[in-house]
């Protein structure tokens, strides 16, 4: 075993793996004295993390070829790392309030993102599947973290029982695809010959990844389970996992499916188109905020389908990219809900945010701007991000996508511009309680406040993860 090598690809999960051992340790001795420290201490260890994904950026490969890194994985890693421990942050004023300030919530995020990392890091279908397990069991739990809540309960189970559905599928697709080529390592399947067993296992693989991201027609659960966890459980979704599993995504149909785009080409089209519509459509009729932007998220990963669809050399970094902006808008808008509470608890109806732009100016500011960005409004970073992601679409051919895309965009403006119409020009209801959602606000600022810049990054981002694209 090369001690080197190990540590040069997989220092992150390391350091992962043996604080949340020392946290669960220090949490079985000093119970509920190590509960109000946990979170400051989870969001200090997930942050360590990211910056150890940058300086290992080069990457390298260990365990025999089961594990192997780059610059584009761990980049996508670092940004994986560094919502998580945000979304901790915010997450605290929300935990104390509602008295669910335990150390277990701070070990769940930590262990949820070494499943990241172990995915993201994956060479082989095996190491694969240890962590996609990783991350959904710490999820479920989540999920059902506010155990006195039905919803919260009802969220973990539909979440538990769907999920071990879609396991099952990709643990399945993973043994057609050994017995047909003879291994689960993505670099021997890239040399195997595409026969039918091939197909079939692709398939399944695809239809259990396709629940991971909720891509459509896989994404009954989303709007139950953001409207049922509690709203940092939300916050943590709609990030860090999001991203991670869309790039493992891309890895897997990338690495070791690349030389049979076009047989799964076709089938990530119409996984987009319907996401996106489905998405568009779909938000409109909703009234409370987390189901919509769990509808939202279903619209925007089609969006970065059609980046998956375009293949590795255009689309991969129009992805990586578009992904990030994504996860960072969404960490600052539920950065924004979690500012905002009224004595019946936390806001979730469209119809609280009337007039918040008189009683909370700032905070209107705010969420303007990171749902326009989300909407994809020009000059913010969720412009950007779609605007590389049809520009993939549009060099690979993908013209009917494309439009699609575009035709979606202008729908979902109409659930958009109605919170905005809200917030701006509702009646001014009665103040909201003191949250202490200092943290958020400054995220939320700091996002905002990172949008003018994000023409640079994207071109340091491309050029980082192996493409080039012009924003003109």
């Given at each position: 075993?090369?001690?080197?090598?190990?540590?040069?690809a997989?220092?992150?999960?390391?350091?992962?793996?043996?604080?949340?051992?020392?946290?669960?340790?220090?949490?079985?001795?000093?119970?509920?004295?190590?509960?109000?420290?946990?979170?400051?201490?989870?969001?200090?260890?997930?942050?360590?993390?990211?910056?150890?994904?940058?300086?290992?950026?080069?990457?390298?490969?260990?365990?025999?070829?089961?594990?192997?890194?780059?610059?584009?994985?761990?980049?996508?890693k670092?940004?994986?790392?560094?919502?998580?421990?945000?979304?901790?942050?915010?997450?605290?004023?929300?935990?104390?309030?509602?008295?669910?300030?335990?150390?277990?919530?701070?070990?769940?995020?930590?262990?949820?993102?070494?499943?990241?990392?172990?995915?993201?890091?994956?060479?082989?279908?095996?190491?694969?599947?240890?962590?996609?397990?990783?991350?959904?069991?710490?999820?479920?739990?989540?999920?059902?973290?506010?155990?006195?809540?039905?919803?919260?309960?009802?969220?973990?189970?539909?979440?538990?029982?769907?999920?071990?559905?879609?396991?099952?599928?990709?643990?399945y697709?993973?043994?057609?695809?050994?017995?047909?080529?003879?291994?689960?390592?993505?670099d021997?399947?890239?040399?195997?010959?595409?026969?039918?067993?091939?197909?079939?296992?692709?398939?399944?693989?695809?239809?259990?990844?396709?629940?991971?991201?909720?891509?459509?027609p896989?994404?009954?659960?989303?709007?139950?389970?953001?409207?049922?966890?509690?709203?940092?459980?939300?916050?943590?979704?709609?990030?860090?996992?999001?991203?991670?599993?869309?790039?493992?995504?891309?890895?897997?149909?990338?690495?070791?499916?690349?030389?049979?785009?076009?047989?799964?080409?076709?089938?990530?089209?119409?996984?987009?188109?319907?996401?996106?519509?489905?998405?568009?459509?779909?938000?409109?009729?909703?009234?409370?905020?987390?189901?919509?932007?769990?509808?939202?998220?279903?619209?925007?990963?089609?969006?970065?389908?059609?980046?998956?669809?375009?293949?590795?050399?255009?689309?991969?970094?129009?992805?990586?990219?578009y992904?990030?902006?994504?996860?960072?808008?969404?960490?600052?808008?539920?950065?924004?809900?979690?500012?905002?509470?009224?004595?019946?608890?936390?806001?979730?109806?469209?119809?609280?945010?009337?007039?918040?732009?008189?009683?909370?100016?700032?905070?209107?500011?705010?969420?303007?701007?990171?749902?326009?960005?989300?909407?994809?409004?020009?000059?913010?970073?969720?412009?950007?991000?779609?605007?590389?992601?049809?520009?993939?679409?549009?060099?690979a051919?993908?013209?009917?996508?494309?439009?699609?895309?575009?035709?979606?965009?202008?729908?979902?403006?109409?659930?958009?511009?109605?919170?905005?119409?809200?917030?701006?020009?509702?009646?001014k209801?009665?103040?909201?309680?003191?949250?202490?959602?200092?943290?958020?606000?400054?995220?939320?600022?700091a996002?905002?406040?990172?949008?003018?810049?994000?023409?640079?990054?994207?071109?340091?981002?491309?050029?980082?993860?192996?493409?080039?694209?012009?924003?003109?």
């Amino acid at each position: 075993m090369n001690w080197d090598e190990i540590f040069a690809a997989a220092t992150p999960e390391l350091y992962l793996a043996f604080a949340g051992l020392i946290a669960v340790v220090l949490g079985a001795v000093l119970r509920e004295r190590f509960a109000t420290v946990s979170i400051k201490a989870g969001a200090l260890i997930l942050l360590g993390a990211c910056a150890l994904s940058l300086f290992n950026i080069e990457g390298g490969v260990a365990f025999n070829g089961l594990w192997e890194t780059d610059r584009f994985t761990n980049l996508a890693k670092a940004v994986c790392y560094f919502c998580a421990g945000v979304a901790l942050l915010i997450a605290e004023p929300y935990l104390v309030k509602e008295r669910l300030i335990r150390y277990e919530y701070a070990l769940l995020v930590i262990f949820a993102s070494l499943g990241m990392g172990i995915t993201l890091s994956a060479n082989d279908l095996m190491t694969l599947y240890l962590g996609i397990e990783t991350l959904s069991l710490s999820s479920y739990v989540l999920a059902a973290f506010n155990r006195d809540s039905q919803r919260s309960s009802e969220a973990g189970l539909k979440y538990f029982v769907l999920g071990a559905l879609a396991s099952g599928l990709i643990l399945y697709g993973s043994s057609l695809v050994y017995g047909f080529s003879g291994s689960t390592n993505y670099d021997a399947i890239a040399q195997a010959e595409f026969g039918i067993g091939l197909v079939f296992g692709l398939v399944l693989l695809i239809t259990g990844l396709a629940f991971k991201v909720s891509a459509a027609p896989l994404h009954v659960w989303t709007p139950d389970v953001y409207e049922g966890a509690p709203t940092p459980v939300v916050a943590f979704f709609a990030s860090a996992p999001k991203l991670a599993s869309m790039v493992v995504f891309a890895t897997i149909l990338f690495e070791a499916f690349g030389n049979a785009i076009d047989q799964w080409q076709d089938v990530i089209l119409i996984i987009s188109g319907a996401s996106m519509l489905i998405g568009a459509f779909g938000a409109l009729r909703q009234t409370n905020l987390k189901r919509l932007f769990a509808y939202s998220s279903i619209g925007n990963m089609g969006y970065a389908l059609i980046a998956l669809a375009a293949g590795e050399d255009i689309g991969g970094p129009a992805l990586l990219v578009y992904m990030v902006i994504y996860a960072l808008s969404q960490l600052g808008i539920f950065g924004v809900l979690l500012s905002m509470r009224r004595r019946g608890g936390m806001v979730e109806d469209i119809s609280e945010l009337s007039g918040l732009s008189s009683t909370m100016p700032w905070l209107a500011v705010c969420m303007t701007a990171l749902v326009f960005s989300v909407a994809g409004i020009p000059p913010l970073g969720g412009f950007f991000g779609k605007l590389v992601v049809f520009q993939a679409g549009v060099e690979a051919g993908l013209w009917p996508i494309v439009i699609i895309g575009v035709i979606a965009s202008v729908v979902s403006l109409g659930y958009y511009l109605r919170i905005i119409m809200i917030m701006w020009g509702g009646d001014k209801l009665a103040p909201f309680e003191n949250m202490s959602g200092t943290v958020g606000i400054t995220v939320s600022a700091a996002t905002i406040l990172a949008f003018p810049v994000f023409t640079v990054v994207i071109g340091w981002m491309m050029s980082l993860a192996g493409g080039s694209f012009s924003l003109g």
